[in-house]
């Protein structure tokens, strides 16, 4: 009896590890689409990019502090764009298996197009290319996210250097020192032709975004004399793997 | 008792607090590395400094007081430009009130009435 007993346990243990081999062997096999939307994303992300570059985006910021204390800042951005763009190129695909993330460049050649303020560019054939990233595993979407927040960061800087930005603040002057109590900024504006030079990570993890928008290139464009033709305006924008700034804030309530 | 520290349950015990000792300050220090937190902290900076640069240009500056201001702020060879929107300087004084007499107030709408 004992004995039979022994033999059952031993031929269960068989058909579980079996059929544990025989799944994680068939994995691969198996994870078809993975790759495919991740692709997938990678160019939607890539074709997003090209609109905001030639087309524009609608950006909107605002930044608060009390007391000018870190802790009491608040900053937001946000950006809204809407076109049809035929001929977009996907002129580079690169997927790595391992980290499942899928990088896309991708361009379009456009003689004219009508921008989001309702101006027709006239872009003589020029070339425009960008590049985006993808995963479909959350995991790896962190230094993905961190690169978005760079993107945006340098887009809410080039439309404050550009446009310019409403400043209201609250100040107390004491012996003729001044204490800035509160200060607010707000920016509602359109950008386009903005372009990405370069980005990349730092060895902390943190992306940046080097931004440009040709104001000479811009007026000639659009026909129109902007202040400052000669100028290139540059700006670097960055973005956070992780919010190490709530989480210290979050601490500091608690205790 | 020797041979017993160095086999066993002990020994695994001693090996865990090692590795929590050798672990915890590289979990700590790549908590450090990256983060939001130099970024707003950077941004605080430069707001404040931009609203200093701005309450410095209005003009009749209080030695104390409040300044409250309203101003569009573009950038002109890198440098920022002021167009002041709205400027308030709201008075404060350390004085006695009295209950027991008038008080004119000195506007357009009640000298009219005059």
Not at chain 1, 14 to 37: D, W
Not at chain 1, 140 to 157: I, M, S, T, V, W
Not at chain 1, 170 to 195: C, G, H, M, P, R
Not at chain 2, 37 to 52: G, S
Request: charged residues 25%; neutral net charge.
């Amino acid at each position: 009896m004992k004995r039979y007993e022994i033999g059952s346990n031993l031929l269960l243990r068989t058909f579980i590890v079996l059929l544990v081999t025989t799944v994680l062997l068939a994995q691969p096999g198996l994870a078809g689409n993975k790759k495919i939307m991740t692709t997938t994303a990678a160019k939607v992300m890539a074709e997003r990019a090209l609109i905001e570059s030639v087309y524009g985006l609608k950006i909107r910021a605002t930044e608060t502090v009390q007391d000018m204390v870190a802790a009491n800042f608040s900053g937001t951005t946000e950006t809204k764009t809407s076109s049809t763009m035929k001929g977009v190129q996907f002129d580079e695909v690169i997927y790595d298996e391992t980290k499942d993330v899928a990088k896309v460049t991708a361009s379009v050649r456009l003689d004219s197009i009508k921008n989001i303020d309702d101006q027709t560019l006239d872009l003589k054939n020029k070339v425009f290319r960008r590049v985006a990233f993808a995963t479909s595993t959350p995991s790896q979407a962190g230094p993905l996210k961190a690169l978005r927040a760079a993107e945006l960061d340098a887009y809410k800087q080039l439309v404050k250097k550009v446009v310019g930005f409403t400043l209201e603040s609250q100040t107390t002057v004491e012996n003729y020192i001044l204490t800035s109590d509160l200060v607010k900024t707000k920016v509602i504006a359109t950008i386009f032709l903005a372009t990405v030079n370069e980005f990349g990570w730092t060895e902390t993890g943190d992306a940046y975004v080097k931004m440009a928008l040709s104001v000479k290139e811009v007026s000639e464009i659009l026909g129109q004399q902007v202040i400052g033709e000669s100028e290139v305006i540059e700006v670097e924008g960055a973005g956070a793997q992780t919010d190490d700034f709530t989480e210290q804030r979050t601490k500091k309530k608690r205790t | 008792m020797v041979r017993a520290l160095r086999s066993g349950p002990l020994r695994f015990k001693r090996l865990s607090i090692l590795l929590i000792v050798v672990a915890s300050p590289i979990v700590y220090c790549s908590d450090a590395f990256a983060g939001n937190k130099e970024m707003v902290e950077e941004a605080v900076k430069e707001l404040d400094e931009l609203n200093k640069e701005a309450v410095r240009q209005i003009s009749e500056l209080p030695s104390s007081g409040k300044v409250e201001l309203e101003t569009t702020v573009t950038y002109q060879d890198g440098l920022p430009v002021f167009d002041f929107t709205s400027t308030r300087i709201p008075t404060e004084k350390i004085q006695e009130i009295h209950f027991n007499e008038g008080h004119k107030i000195d506007s357009d709408e009640r000298k009219g009435h005059k």
